[in-house]
């Protein structure tokens, strides 16, 4: 009997349209059926200078599933060149095209010549969802556009971290980490967001190290541009969130650029203070709300669930029930994931559960005793299970549906302080 999977938290590998179209002025070029990209689209704050709905598409039919859709391409992407004002276009191919064996490779070869770089990546929806469909296209832009640098600029740093609108938080985040980047001296290059694009992605290759800040997503990425353009990487899998974490993630990047120790301290020490300053004045809020949960539990990808745990841990001195991971990941990282879930303060550790079924996530819930409220952040899909448990509910991971997110961020000192806010705000409701 086929299993029914419920309450899924991810898209299919065609989804990475939305990483090319965090790139300023790089636009998809769908090969696929009518309808993907509107299907795909569902994250708040995808329109823009490019829209999901204007989004080149050969739409292809029964006639192209029997006799190929190979022409149609070429005649798409040259079209797109004509028609459309961007810095990069980027092939995206669906499953049908996959299936009937076009070849991609070879129609995007023809435009090599052509003023604007035009790159392709195979995101066929049976090939993953679209955290892999985001590796893709940066595997796509480091095989078929960069070359390696003859140079290496000192302090030039690359930051990949957050996959752009699945984290509908990705646009505060990244500009969080530049700034804290930038803080110890060093020059950061982000690929994704305003005022960054080809120029940024040109920059790439000329980079002292790449900086990962992610569990799992972007590993092979980072191998890849090592081995092709010799350019190291530093992987740091947490997402640093409030002032142990983000501390410490300052420290771990000072020590392996080699920025001066007492450089790396006096930023960290202007950092806490101010963020000490803004806890001391609410901690009588902190220690005298006798609403507030005792445990909790994150129900999210793997960079959120980690992030939000030791957060909470460290930070709050909260008690993590069992965390549920439900980007998929893939079994060759499950191991490493569930070991940085040990690495809490005071000896604690957490439970981790690789699950993408939220029918099940939902029944785990339900059964466990959290001692009072359960603190619940998660999807929007985790609403009904909070409602059924009388729990503080907070909207931190896809669907985002329960508030609009422009550019606010959990990233760093400032964004633990919005979390806490966040979450301080929903206990407080029990008051009114």
Known sequence: MAKILDKQRYKCAMSAMQTVQAIERAIPVLHSGPGCAQKLSGSTGSSGYFSPNIYPCTSINERDVVFGGVKKLESTIRHSLEVIDADLYVVLTGCIPEIVGDNTEEVVSGFKEEDKPVIYALTAGFKGNNYKGHEQVIDALTEQYLEPSKIRIKGLVNIWADVPYQDEFWHGNYKELERLVKKLGLTPNIIFGYNRGIENIKKI????????????????????????????????????????????????????????????????????????????????????????????????????????????????????????????????????????????????????????DGFNIHNEIKAHDYHGYPLILGGHWEKEVAKQTNAHFLNVSWPVNERLIMNSYYTGYEGGLKLIEDIYSVAKTRFN
């Open 205 to 356: 290759p000329a980079a002292e190290f790449n900086l990962l800040i992610s569990p799992w997503v972007g590993l092979t990425n980072m191998k890849k541009m090592e081995q092709k353009l010799g350019i190291p990487y530093l992987h740091y899998p947490t997402l640093p969130i409030g002032a142990f974490e983000t501390s410490k993630f300052l420290r771990e990047i000072g020590t392996y650029a080699g920025v001066p120790e007492e450089k790396v301290e006096a930023v960290i020490s202007e950092e806490e203070s101010s963020y000490y300053y803004y806890i001391e004045r609410y901690a009588d809020l902190f220690l005298e709300t006798r609403v507030m949960s005792k445990q909790f539990t994150v129900v999210a990808d793997a960079q959120y669930a980690l992030g939000i745990t030791k957060f909470l841990v460290n930070d709050l001195g909260l008690f993590p029930a069992k965390q549920f991971v439900v980007d998929d990941t893939p079994r060759e990282y499950q191991e490493k994931v569930r070991s940085y879930f040990k690495d809490l303060n005071y000896n604690i550790e957490a439970e981790v559960s690789f699950d993408t």
